[in-house]
């Protein structure tokens, strides 16, 4: 199974609700969601996306206690509780996750725990200490499901023993400060997971997607407009950076973004096979080729977003005892 974990931006949550159709077809996706910023119109949009997978019968898994410092809920947890309610009485499949690390409060865990009404997950971020009294608290709780473990706690044989299931969770995408830097390095290695964490004992894998863990707020036009690509190759996955030229002093927008476009539409001349699968790719040639239907840089992420997880459903095709829905 694999897990790709969402920070509830309005682009990421419309990612979500148009892959809905291809994540049924999969059965190997299951969502997870970070929620960021708070307000209602934010909330409301959250609430619609998990509903929209609730149901057509999909899973997705939400985290109630976000980590991000820039978020609105960091250390604000009970700024959630009433959202919460409202998921644990509507959307049956919806479970849920806290995150879990040096600085948790025990209390705090059992609280989540013994107030969650559905399906449950814990995600380690880094070694907690208290450790084997959780596992023991556990033991008796049948809605558990099982443990993400961030890849430095994985290396190190964390949870290795545990005996529900295992995820491993790792940021893959490269973060460059600005978008011209990709111009010196444009194509790399991304990922093996979807190939090698049943070897490595684990029952599925997470990650970032093309977006990365670190979170930006959006801010104005960069001097060089990036496109992000993942694909397979060798048994791997890469991603492929498509570039508009640098611009010291902004350009026109719909003039940068052709310009990337152009890049990728080279680079799917020498790769056709992404087309069998991919509508996002169609769709990005759509609008290089439409002169009059420009887009913007947020639906160039989402484009990228879709692509990744129509190429995760097309790379996790094929039946195997590993990708068992989980419920």
Not at 23 to 46: D, F
Not at 49 to 62: A, H, K, V, Y
Not at 69 to 78: A, E, I, L, P, T
């Amino acid at each position: 199974m694999y897990y790709p974990i969402f920070r509830a931006k309005q682009y990421e949550l419309i990612t979500i609700r148009e892959s809905i159709q291809k994540l049924k077809i999969s059965g190997k996706i299951v969502p997870v969601l970070e929620p960021v910023k708070s307000g209602k119109n934010s909330l409301n949009k959250m609430f619609r996306c998990l509903n929209e997978l609730n149901n057509e019968g999909l899973d997705s898994i939400f985290i109630v206690n976000p980590q991000l410092k820039q978020g609105d809920f960091y250390k604000k947890v009970n700024d959630l509780s009433e959202f919460i309610e409202k998921l644990q009485s509507e959307l049956p499949h919806v479970s849920y996750a806290f995150w879990v690390g040096d600085n948790t409060c025990f209390q705090d865990l059992k609280d989540f725990i013994n107030n969650t009404k559905g399906s449950f997950y814990l995600f380690h971020y880094a070694e907690f200490n208290e450790i084997e009294e959780v596992l023991e608290f556990l033991k008796d709780k049948k809605n558990f499901v099982g443990h993400f473990i961030i890849n430095e706690l994985s290396d190190q044989q964390y949870l290795v023993n545990a005996q529900k299931k295992r995820i491993t969770l790792k940021d893959n995408f490269k973060r460059y400060d600005a978008n011209e830097d990709y111009r010196h390095e444009d194509d790399h290695y991304f990922s093996n997971e979807y190939s090698k964490f049943t070897q490595n004992n684990f029952d599925g894998f997470s990650d970032y997607l093309t977006i990365g863990s670190q979170y930006k707020l959006g801010g104005g036009t960069p001097n060089t407009i990036a496109i992000h690509l993942t694909y397979e190759a060798q048994a791997c996955i890469r991603v492929k950076h498509c570039l508009s030229k640098n611009y010291e002093v902004n350009q026109d927008v719909n003039a940068m973004i052709k310009e990337a476009l152009d890049e990728l539409k080279d680079f799917l001349d020498e790769n056709p096979q992404i087309y069998e699968y991919s509508n996002a790719v169609h769709k990005f040639m759509e609008y290089r080729n439409d002169l009059e239907n420009s887009t913007n840089l947020a639906t160039l992420k989402k484009l990228s977003m879709n692509h990744h997880l129509e190429l995760i459903c097309e790379v996790l095709k094929g039946d195997n005892d590993a990708f068992k829905k989980v419920s």
